[in-house]
Structures are given as C-alpha cells and as structure tokens.
C-alpha cells in the first residue's frame, strides 16, 4: 500500500519526516487563528453580513461532504436527503422533546443524517459514476415526497423552530444572530480542519488513489467498498450538521431543503471549488450566497444564469476548481 500511496504524497518532498507529523498542529493553529479573525470581523459587521455568512458556512458544510466523495471519483446529487434529515432532526427535538441547546441540536442532526445514510452506505459502495449520482438524487427525491405527504412534519408548508440556546444560556434579541454566527463557524472551521487532516492521512490517500485505480487499492489490500462507505457516512455527518445549523438561523424548515435544486447548489459549490483544498469550499460557498442574494435583489431573473456562465469559465479555466490556485503551488518543494 504504501507503493500506491507514493506518487499522491509528492507534496511532501523535500521535507522530512518530522515536517509532516507538525501539519496537523499547524492546521489546528490555522484554524484558531481564523476562527478569532472571523469572530471579531464579525462583531462589527452588519446583520444581514452576518447573516449571510453563517448560511454559507453551513451550506459549505454540505459540499465539504461532497467534495469527501468527489476525492474518491463519485459525485452525489443527493446531499438534501441528509440536509434535510438533519434540519428536521434538529426542528423536532427542539419542539417537541425540549432541546434548546444549538450545539446539542446541531450534533444531533449530523447523527441522524449519519444514521439515515447508514443503511444505504454499503449499497451505495457497489456504485460509480451516473449511476452513483442517480441513485442519490433518487433517495433525495423519495425523501422529499414523503417530507410533502407526512402533515405530522409539517406537510408542503413546514413547520417554525424557535429561538435556541447556547450552552443553558438564552440569547438576547440583538445577539442572537452573532451567537449563531459564532458557533456555525467553530463547527465550519473544526470540521474543516479534521477533513484537511483526513485528506492527508492514509486513507484519505487510499481514497486518491480509488480515483485512479480501483483494482491497484484491491490488489494491495485495501477495500474500495469499505472506504466508499466511510466516506459516504462522513459525508452524511457534515449534511447533517449544516442542515441542523442552517435551520437554527432561518427559524423554519420545510421539504425544498431535500429538493433536488439544493441538492444541485452543494454541487454547485464543490464543483467550483475542486477537490484539493478545503478553505475553497468555504469560500465558494460565500461566493455563491453574495451572487444569490445581490443577483437575485438587481436581477431576480437571471441570476440563475449569470452564476451558469461563472461556473463554466471556472471549469474553462480552472478545472480542478478555485482551490487549485493554491494547492498546487502548495505542493511544490
């Protein structure tokens, strides 16, 4: 394994052994760092930048998820399902079993998403290509029927969720937007620094090397299928927790969050960010929510069309996404 593993760790040459065992502490520092930058930038932002930067944080979440499988050769159409699943997750413990906690509520809509995906991890596996892509919209199309029939969760219309807490403590009117901020982007940052740190470990090298050649990660003792499913039950998790997150800050939640649309716009994003980096996918995300929102406030008609043009010039031009802009100088010696 450790001969298939090679020509994906040429970013490492040059330096030795002990350069490599420090990344991880130099990401969990990179992380604190912007996470105090980006906190304080937004004490002094207005609302709606607030506003607009947590829902971007949380959707990115989703398309972090994505692009775990997009490293593996697979891309889902699908990820509403466990946006969704743990968007209502989040909504029904809140009002019906008397969880207020955000952080609570946010774990527990990235367990439920992981445990709805569970069952179809293993099947899914056995798939590549449109067939793994159709697959996936298909769950998140059945899901969303039945989210639009069941009148217990709402029907067609949804339901509200209330204000949450943080840590036992209520959140005052003005503060409770910067509060949600806050706490999307310890989840964004924590969760993006341990997928960085999965990326550059062996099986997150195994799973480049999936993409490559299957049959060479079988014949050196690695399963395919059991990697496809790791990934597909982490990819799940982020789901889970942006959906959770992103239902916190809107105060409701209905159906169109499994819609094969949204599912589409976490696409969107991972597309445009590529694979190699995962500040990218943050950052896309943001792109994508400002050309939504202004586009949509000067141009509510062709919005949809404008961002079509920026993504295919971005594949024109940047085929492996925003993100190979740095990871490739990144990986010179």
Known sequence: ?????????????????????????????????????????????????????????????????????????????????????????????????????????????????????????????????????????????????????????????????????????ALPDEHVGYALFVLTLAIAITMATLARIYFDSSRGLVTLAMRENELRVEYLGGSVRQAMTINFMLAAFCGGLGGALAVMSLGHIDPNFSFWTTSGEFVFVAILAGWQSVAAVFLSSVVLEVVRSFSSSYFPNTWQLALGIFLLLVIRFLPGGIGSLWAERRRQP
């Open 1 to 169: 394994m450790a001969a298939l593993l090679q020509p994906q760790a040429h970013g490492a040459r040059g330096h030795d052994r002990r350069t490599l065992g420090e990344r991880p502490a130099m990401q969990v520092a990179a992380g604190i760092a912007t996470f105090a930058v980006l906190a304080i930038a937004g004490w002094f932002s207005p609302r709606w930048l607030t506003f607009l930067v947590t829902m971007a944080a949380a959707n990115g979440l989703v398309s972090l998820g994505i692009v775990t499988l997009m490293r593996g050769g697979v891309v889902p159409f699908g990820q509403g399902m466990v946006f969704a699943a743990g968007g209502y997750c989040a909504a029904l413990l809140y009002n019906h079993m008397g969880l207020t906690d955000a952080l609570g509520l946010a774990l527990a809509g990235g367990l439920a998403a992981a445990l709805l995906a569970a069952p179809f991890a293993p099947m899914l596996a056995r798939y590549r290509g449109i067939f793994f892509a159709m697959l996936t919209l298909a769950l998140s199309m059945v899901t969303y029927g039945l989210l639009m029939k069941m009148d217990t969760l709402g029907g067609s219309d949804g339901f509200n969720v209330g204000r949450p807490t943080l840590l036992g403590q």
